[in-house]
């Protein structure tokens, strides 16, 4: 459901909307995405075990509008839905206003993505794997509400970020006491920046206090539809920091792309917890397009003949939430096919092979997985 803070964004984003004349209609666009997908998995990503799984689903069915005012003001609301066997929901994406005419950098007040990290700031019609990295998923935030100051060149990018994380109501462990808060901070430095080719690196991080709330992470290893069998230990907290290092070379049709964070949370009256993970991702588009990084972003793929564009892509990932002899230690290794139709058809193939140590949640963690997507953007 969409809580008080959406509620108020949507109306003050209606309220702009309806102050512009007849004249800036052509300001406001529409658009969307649809991903649709399909995840077969066996025991290592069910709790109980299950020798086998398959689960079809809407993954992300997403309309934006966008509006640019005069003045260098523009405002964004994306609205979500998803859909499986287990039933529906609908709920808020990116939804904020931005002052683009400060010389020193924008300005963005609202609901977005914390500067944490390469991949997180990757739009999802545009990554190279169907499902961001454990590391990812278990270290960086989703959209929470906040103000952001950021600039960006194409060598050169720097953003930070004040927030309110969002309650997370996923498997009713929502947030007991206030909400969590945090500074976020990300900057990027392209050495070298050319035609053909670009060589990124970047760092960031972010403090987050989390008011004696629970922590834990609860991973699903890549795989959706799957069940949050990759774990941390459990307890009340007082504050976290997360460090990052990432470095991404795009050259020609070659696309090489590698994170790692470390992550230590504090726990009240009690003592620290550290944890960390990496990635390494490497991609070729075997019919000869090239994959821009550009302002600390990667970008989409554009077929330069009708019958599309081929890209074959491999990523190792690995999370250790051991620590005190609790948790597990996982690693997941991919292997896939992205065919691009056209700039905004895709359909994506990836086969998963997982390991694991430590606290499981089944005594059968074997198997492997088969994900597919269908990717159309309007």
Do not use: C
Request: glycine share 8%.
């Amino acid at each position: 459901m969409i809580n008080s803070r959406a509620t108020s964004t949507w109306a003050l984003i209606a309220l702009l909307f309806s102050a512009s004349t007849v004249a800036e209609k052509e300001r406001l666009q529409i658009s969307g995405q649809v991903l649709m997908d399909i995840d077969y998995y066996e025991s290592f990503w069910d709790k109980s075990g299950d020798s086998s799984n398959t689960n079809l689903e809407l993954r992300n069915g997403r309309i934006q509008f966008t509006y640019d005012f005069p003045a260098g003001w523009e405002a964004k609301l994306q609205v979500n839905a998803e859909a499986d066997s287990d039933g529906s929901d609908v709920d808020l994406g990116s939804a904020y206003l931005r002052y683009t005419n400060w010389s020193i950098a924008e300005i963005t007040l609202g609901r977005m993505k914390e500067p944490l990290g390469m991949e997180r700031n990757t739009r999802s019609s545009r990554v190279v794997t169907i499902e961001d990295s454990m590391m990812t998923t278990s270290f960086t935030p989703r959209k929470n509400w906040g103000i952001r100051l950021n600039d960006a060149t194409k060598r050169r990018t720097w953003s930070l970020a004040a927030t309110v994380e969002e309650d997370n109501d996923d498997d009713d462990q929502g947030y007991k006491e206030d909400e969590p808060i945090a500074l976020t901070g990300r900057f990027t430095l392209a050495p070298i920046h050319e035609k053909e080719q670009t060589l990124q690196f970047g760092i960031s991080g972010s403090w987050r206090d989390w008011n004696e709330n629970t922590f834990q992470i609860r991973n699903r290893a890549e795989v959706f539809s799957a069940d949050n069998v990759v774990r941390s230990a459990e307890f009340a907290a007082d504050n976290q920091t997360v460090i990052g290092l990432e470095a991404a070379w795009s050259r020609n049709s070659l696309l090489i792309q590698s994170e790692y964070m470390a992550t230590r949370v504090e726990e009240v009256n009690g003592p620290d917890w550290d944890y960390d993970g990496y990635y390494f991702t490497a991609s070729y588009i075997l019919t000869g397009e090239h994959r821009k990084l550009s302002k600390g972003k990667l970008g989409t793929v554009k077929p330069k003949g009708s019958s599309g564009a081929w890209e074959v892509e491999s990523r190792y990932s690995y999370i250790n939430l051991q620590d005190k002899g609790l948790g597990a230690e996982a690693s997941i290794t991919t292997v896939g096919l992205n065919y691009y139709y056209r700039d905004d058809i895709k359909i994506m193939l990836a086969y998963l092979y997982p390991e694991i140590a430590g606290d499981v949640t089944s005594d059968d963690n074997g198997g492997h997985a088969i994900s597919a997507r269908v990717q159309v953007l309007f």
